[in-house]
Structure formats: structure tokens, C-alpha cells
């Protein structure tokens, strides 16, 4: 297993204050300890849609922003995104890696959304 990481229910959850994601494909920082207080209207609106994701807009840059409760963790993400996840993440703890090659990641993303689509459609008819 990853350090810092647990599994539940078929998916992984990361359980640090700040962590340095898998492998040399992430090298970005989070902070997970950074305590942002909810505003009346926020409140509001999560209380209105228990368990679900509030959208948010931020009226000065425009961005938009989801917010999620914390716990349970939320099934934000299709199964098999999730499988594919454990996967790669059982391939580094396995030593399974290869260079980074955006190239061949996107040739093999089309193919499998090629396929995907394919499946879907000699299912439906």
C-alpha cells in the first residue's frame, strides 16, 4: 500500500494533512489541513441537498467550485473509474511503471473510450 493511503469499500481514500501523490506522475502539494468556515448561504444550501454537491461560483474570477461533505466520503466517481484507479495504484505498489508518454496515454484513451462507446451501442440495439 501507498503511505497514507486506506482502502474502503473498493476505493481509496487518502487520510493525511498534506500529502505527495503516488509515483513521479503527480507532484503537486495539497494541504488537506486548511479550515475554510461556511458562510449562512452555504449552509443553507447544503442543508437543502444533504448528501449531495453544492455549486458554487465565485462572482470575482467567475470560477466554479464544488463542495462535497467529508465523511462518509462521497461515490463521486463511475466504478470504473474507480477500477482503474486501484489498478494503477496496485501497478506503482507493484513496481508496474513506464516513462511518462502523453502521446501513448491519449492513443490508449481513445481506445478505450473507442471500445467503451462500441460496447454501449451493440448493447442497446
Known sequence: MLAGWRREAGAQWFHAGKCELASGFFRRRYNYSMEIHL????RHALAQNPGEPVYI???????????LEATPPPKVLPDWIRAAI??????????RVSEWN???????GRERLAKRMRD???GAS
Not at 57 to 67: A, F, G, I, M, T
Not at 102 to 108: F, G, Y
Open 102 to 108: 502523453p502521446e501513448e496515454v491519449i492513443r490508449r
Open 86 to 95: 486501484d489498478e494503477g495504484a496496485q501497478a506503482i505498489e507493484e513496481g
Open 57 to 67: 461560483r465565485d462572482d470575482e474570477s467567475q470560477k466554479h467550485y464544488v463542495l
Open 39 to 42: 458562510t449562512d448561504e452555504i
Open 120 to 122: 454501449q451501442c451493440n
